[in-house]
């Protein structure tokens, strides 16, 4: 069982950068696989990236691939998303999961999310 709040969106212009923050509640936390997901307006949800219960192995959908970079602190229960190089077919409001299957399949608990936007 773990609880999750993300944060760190805002407005970024095309080429920014941003970090999200999923922060996790619950001891089982270095337990679970966890990834990134995000809904664009009119779409729906799609998985962005991956990361290991260690942080030992990442994963990508092949359109954030060498922009953005997954990483995890479990001593502080918190899971990164570092953003670069933005564009505007990034906006969209961002999720954390745990994942019940490796790499993309969640266990289906969603939070508030936070909103990314960026402008060209």
């Known amino acids: 069982q773990v609880q999750l709040v993300e944060s760190g969106g805002g407005l970024v212009q095309t080429g920014g950068s941003l970090r999200l923050s999923c922060a996790a509640s619950?001891?089982?936390?270095?337990?679970?696989?966890m990834g990134w997901f995000r809904q664009a307006p009119g779409k729906e949800r799609d998985f962005v990236a991956s990361?290991?219960?260690?942080?030992?192995?990442?994963y990508y959908v092949d359109s954030v691939k060498g922009r953005f970079t997954i990483s995890r602190d479990n001593a502080k229960r918190t899971m990164y998303l570092q953003m670069n190089s933005l564009q505007p077919e990034d906006t969209a409001i961002y999720y954390c999961?745990?994942?019940?299957?490796?790499?993309?399949?969640?266990?289906?608990?969603w939070g508030q999310g936070t909103q990314v936007t960026v402008s060209s």
């Open positions: 990361i290991s219960n260690n942080g030992g192995t990442t």
């Open positions: 619950g001891r089982s936390f270095s337990s679970y696989h």
């Open positions: 999961t745990a994942l019940r299957g490796w790499p993309r399949t969640p266990l289906g608990s």
